[in-house]
Each structure stands twice: as C-alpha cells, then as structure tokens.
C-alpha cells in the first residue's frame, strides 16, 4: 500500500509540473479579455477549456478511488449530491441547476454527440470550471492529484462508464480554420439563417429566438439558449476554437444540438466568426474585472494572513479588516463538519474568486486574493447556503479600508 500511494504522489508530482507548463494563447483568440489587460497590467489571455494542460492521469488505485470519494464528498456534494444525482443539499438554490452524474449528459466535450467524455475533458471541466455558473474553477483549491482523484469518482455514478460498448476514445477534430475576412463571415451569416440557429439564438444573438421560452434541459428547467452579445456567458470560456468545438459536439442533455454531421469543419468555423460579430462592447466599461482571470499564482505572495474558524455556526473573527490593494490570504478551518458536507467562505458581491467550499475540521481550506475595492462586505458559508434554515448566523463582515495614511488599522 505504501508503495502505491508514494507512486501516486510521484505521478502526482510529474502531474503538478505538467500543469504549470503555460500555454501561449492561439492568434485566432479573440481579444475579450483585453479591457482586463488594461485594468490588471500584464493579464495574459485567459486560457479556455480546451487549452488547459492536462496532467498525465494517475493510476486508478483502490487509494485513488477512496481519495476521490473524500474529495468529492468535501468539495462536490453539497453541490452534486453524496450519490451524483445532482440534489445536492444546495442544489435547489442554484441556476442552473449542478449536473446530476447519474443520468451521464455531459455537455463539455472533445467526444461526438451522445458520447461520454474522455478523462481529460472532465479534468478540463472539473479544473477550469463553467464560467457564468455556479461550477467553481478548482484549479487552485485542489492539487491535479486529488482533481484526477474526484474525476475517477464521478465516473463511478455511471455505469456506462465501465461499459465497454461505450466509445470514449474518438475525438471531434476541428479542422484548419480558414481565414477571417468579409467572406467567410458573410458566409457564416447565411449558414446562421440556414442552419436556423435563430430559433433559439434569435436574429440578433440575444438568446431571444422564437423558440427560446420553451427550451428546457435534462434537469427539467428552463435553459436560455446562450446571449452572444455577451463573452461573459460562454461556459467553455470565448474563444474560436471552443465555439467550434460547442457546434461539433453539442451540448448533451440541453437543445443545443450537435452539427458535425452537418456542416463542413470549414463551415463551422465561418459560423463561429460570424457569431463573434454579434458581440457588443459593453456601453459602460467594465468597472472592475473578476480577478478569476487572474492566475492564483500571479498573485505572489500575501500582504496579510488571516486564520478564520467557525465556531457554533458563527464565524471567527466575525470582522475581517484589510486595506485596499493588500493581497490577503484567508485560512478557513471549521470547528464541525456541517452536515458533513464542511463549511464555506465566500464574500458577498465582491470576487468569486474568493471562495472556499467544503472546509472541514482537520482540513483547513485556503483562498487568496486581491483586496481592490473599498468598502464593508458581508463574508457567508458558501457550502451551505447561509439560509436562515441552515446557517442563519453564518455571516461576517470584511472591510478594506482606503489606504489613506490618515486611516488607522488594526493590523
Ligand atoms: C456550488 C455548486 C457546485 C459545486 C461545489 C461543484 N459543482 Fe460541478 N457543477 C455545478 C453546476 C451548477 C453545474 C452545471 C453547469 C451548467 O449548467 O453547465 C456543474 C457541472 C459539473 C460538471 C458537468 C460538466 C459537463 O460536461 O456537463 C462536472 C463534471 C462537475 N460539475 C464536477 C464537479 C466536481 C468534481 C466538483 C467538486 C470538485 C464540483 N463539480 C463542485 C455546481 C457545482
Ligand atoms: C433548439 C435550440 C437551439 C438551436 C437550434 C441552436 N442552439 Fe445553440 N444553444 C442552445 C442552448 C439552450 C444553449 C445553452 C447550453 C448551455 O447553457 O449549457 C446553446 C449554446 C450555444 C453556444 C454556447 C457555447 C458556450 O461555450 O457556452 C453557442 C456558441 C451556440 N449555442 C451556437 C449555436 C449556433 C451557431 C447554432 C446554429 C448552428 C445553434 N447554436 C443552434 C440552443 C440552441
């Protein structure tokens, strides 16, 4: 056993170094992140889904398995459910709603239409998270080890994954992309009409087709077919390829179906150039960008250490003081484990980035970012809701105090 587990570590190491490898992005990106680049100074584009380094996968030993149960059970299930049937406790409290693991749709893919993912797609999925939902990027809360760990136990709610019929190996390719002039996007706009796109996207891309009131998904609500006139809302991340790639493999368990069989890989991506005309530059600049595009790492390292507990459903300290600017670091470990689902620290209309879900006693959870905006802010458990059934005195509040020198501080 022991030898096992010093080989999964070893593979776990090969797999953090592989992980840092920074991929520089594609010159056919789009420039989305650009007013973030002047806001933050030298943000590199942000990675999509598909440019994610994957590590090379572990071993799936009995000690990974019962690893990625623990890790799931402290960090997915009051989201998912403990049994993956998407019930989890604050599930009711989410739009969209958490997947549910046992009806196996997954909509983020390299694989055909009705194809399960491939381990690194759902290593993508589990790492960079949905952007626009309630998926947390878990990039830097887990390390690659215990991310290969919960991917090998979401596997388990299925048993179409031990099926050996089931093809998990073909792979969509995209193809060359042609290039992006007055012609390809003037043919990208007649297949936008022809393929009759529209009818949920609406003429414009506003997600206002006549058919986009009566769309639902697999978990029986309403879904709203993408608004293309904002970046923001592409779960896979804004860029070219990931448009493409949404076209080829569909988004299973929703509308959104699939167009490889089709449209020429060509035609895809004259469609994709075509859908980014319709973005709008935002009439009012964006104030302040989320420092989720920020790398954890970037950060350095912090102006100020805070160590936060809970103690009987409250927290401690209840009053967190920072200055502007400061890079703090907030060390959460909870006195109970919740209902077994731990406790959480998020802050109230400030960056969703700063957030920690399934802290449990014994297993401290660390979140670290940027102190920028001014201002009292109320922190909450994210892990359970902070309802007034659950956690009604779960709340604390930050401040970041304008640096002015006049300002006295506690710390
Ligand atoms: C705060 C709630 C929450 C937590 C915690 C959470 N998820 Fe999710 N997850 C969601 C939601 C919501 C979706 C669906 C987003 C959408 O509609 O596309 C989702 C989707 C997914 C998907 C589906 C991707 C696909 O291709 O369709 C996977 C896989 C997943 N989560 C894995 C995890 C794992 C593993 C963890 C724990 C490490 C986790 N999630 C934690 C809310 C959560
Ligand atoms: C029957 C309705 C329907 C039709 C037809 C349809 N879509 Fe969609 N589309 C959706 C829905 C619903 C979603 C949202 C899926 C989700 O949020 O998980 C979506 C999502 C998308 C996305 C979002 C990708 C991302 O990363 O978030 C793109 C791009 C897109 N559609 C493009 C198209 C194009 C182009 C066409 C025509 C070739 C098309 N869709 C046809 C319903 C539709």
Redesign the pocket.
Same mark, same amino acid.
């Given at each position: 056993m022991t030898k096992l587990i010093s080989l999964w570590t070893a593979a776990a190491l090969i797999g953090t170094t592989a992980g840092c490898e920074r991929k520089v992005a594609a010159p056919i990106e789009t420039t989305a992140s650009e007013p973030l680049r002047a806001l933050t100074g030298s943000v590199p584009a942000k990675a999509t889904w598909s440019d994610l380094a994957v590590p090379p996968e572990p071993a799936v030993t009995p000690a990974l398995l019962a690893r990625g149960k623990q890790v799931y059970e402290q960090n997915c299930a009051a989201c998912h459910g403990t049994n993956g049937d998407g019930q989890g406790l604050c599930s009711a409290f989410l739009i969209p709603r958490p997947r549910s693991f046992t009806q196996a749709h997954f909509?983020f893919r390299s694989t055909p239409s009705g194809h399960l993912p491939t381990d690194s797609d759902l290593f993508r999925t589990v790492s960079a998270g949905l952007a626009g939902t309630p998926m947390p990027p878990w990039r830097n809360r887990l390390s690659n080890a215990d991310a290969w760990a919960v991917v090998e136990h979401v596997k388990t709610f299925s048993p179409r994954f031990t099926d050996p019929k089931e093809d998990r190996q073909t792979v969509v390719q995209s193809g060359a992309p042609p290039p992006r002039d007055p012609g390809t996007i003037a043919t990208g706009k007649a297949l936008?009409t022809k393929? =009759? +796109?529209f009818? +949920?996207?609406g003429e414009l891309g506003q997600g206002n087709g006549p058919?986009a009131n009566s $769309?639902t998904d697999d978990s029986g609500q309403h %879904?709203? @077919?993408?608004d !293309?006139t904002k970046p923001s =809302? !592409?779960? @896979?991340g804004y860029a070219t390829r990931? %448009?493409v790639r =949404? !076209?080829l493999t569909g !988004?299973d368990g929703? *509308?959104? *179906?699939s167009?490889n069989e089709l449209m020429s890989k060509e035609d895809s991506w004259k $469609?994709a150039y075509y859908?980014e005309t319709l973005v709008k530059t935002p009439v009012v600049p964006i104030a302040r960008a989320s420092q989720s595009f920020l790398e954890y790492e970037q950060l350095g390292a912090p102006d100020l250490r805070v160590t936060l507990t809970e103690r009987a459903w409250k927290y401690d300290p209840p009053e967190i003081r920072v200055k502007r600017g400061q890079i703090v670091e907030i060390t959460f470990e909870p006195t109970d484990n919740g209902l077994g689902a731990g406790h959480g620290f998020a802050i109230s209309s400030y960056d969703e980035v700063a957030f920690i879900n399934g802290a449990m006693v014994g297993v401290p959870k660390t979140v670290k970012f940027r102190a920028d905006r001014a201002g009292r802010f109320t922190f909450y458990c994210a892990t359970q809701c902070s309802t007034d059934k659950l956690h009604p005195l779960m709340n604390g509040t930050l401040i970041v105090e304008d640096a002015a020198p006049a300002t006295a501080s506690t710390h």
């Open positions: 909509r936008y393929m =009759g +796109c009818n +949920c996207h058919s $769309l %879904i709203q @077919a993408r !293309f =809302g !592409f779960k @896979a990931e %448009i =949404g !076209f !988004f929703t *509308p959104m *179906p167009y $469609l859908v």
